[in-house]
């Protein structure tokens, strides 16, 4: 499986179905985001472990930081530091100052 590359966006994909995706922000010439990956439930994880390798090189040669949110990532950065790569104050995978999950449902006091 090849990865495809568009601005903000990796893939992988067999014929015409996504397999795995990988999302980042371009926040200015000298950092970029990377906010989320993709992969479908019937592949393998190893798709993300290439998606991260691939968005790791291109982020190297644009000689850019990154801040990671997808958790994923977070916790594959810290198994394969990187640090001229990632950004300084990182936001944490686990504990009280985690990214919590925003809830979809909309509540009013009224309720």
């Known amino acids: 499986m090849a990865i495809s590359e568009t601005p903000g966006a990796l893939a992988s994909s067999t014929g015409d179905q996504l397999n795995a995706s990988l999302h980042y922000l371009v926040l200015s010439p000298q ?7 993709f992969v479908r439930p019937e592949q393998p ?4 472990v290439d998606l991260i390798k691939r968005f790791t090189s291109l982020a ?8 990671v949110l997808d958790p994923y990532a977070k916790r594959y950065f810290t198994h394969h530091p990187a640090p001229d790569l990632l950004a ?8 009280p100052h985690a990214v919590q999950p925003v809830d979809l449902n909309y509540h009013t006091e009224e309720e």
């Open 31 to 37: 950092q970029w985001v990377l906010e989320q990956i």
């Open 45 to 48: 994880v190893s798709l993300a």
């Open 60 to 67: 190297q040669a644009a000689q850019v930081t990154v801040k």
């Open 88 to 95: 300084a104050h990182q936001l944490p995978v686990t504990g």
